[in-house]
C-alpha cells in the first residue's frame, strides 16, 4: 500500500477499503486522499464469512492494470480488485 501511495499518491484523489490481513480477527479499515493514508481496525470478521479485501480508488491517469496487479499480488492470488 504505502509503495502504490508513493507512486501514486499525486493521483488517487480518494481511497477506502477493507483489507483482509492474515492472523488477524478484525478487518483493517484503510482509507486516504492523494498522499495521506490512515488505518484502523474495525469489527471482527464473522467466523462463518469469507474474508475478502476490496479497495475503491477515485483518481485520475492512473495505470489500473498495474493497481489491480499490485493489489493482487499483495493478497497472495488473484482476487476482485
Known amino acids: 500500500m504505502a509503495q502504490c501511495v508513493e507512486r ?3 493521483d488517487m484523489l480518494r481511497y477506502k477499503g477493507v483489507l483482509a ?3 488477524q480477527p478484525c ?3 484503510v482509507q486516504g486522499i492523494h498522499r495521506v493514508v490512515g488505518f484502523d ?3 471482527p470478521w464473522p467466523p462463518d464469512a469469507p ?3 476490496q479497495l475503491v480508488i477515485i483518481g ?3 495505470p489500473i492494470a498495474t493497481l489491480r496487479a499490485e493489489f493482487n499480488a499483495a493478497q497472495g492470488g488473484e482476487g476482485a480488485a
Do not use: P, Q, T
Open 8 to 10: 501514486h499518491g499525486n
Open 21 to 23: 490481513i492474515a492472523d
Open 27 to 29: 478487518r483493517l479499515v
Open 41 to 43: 481496525y474495525g469489527s
Open 51 to 53: 474474508r475478502r479485501s
Open 60 to 62: 485520475r491517469h492512473l
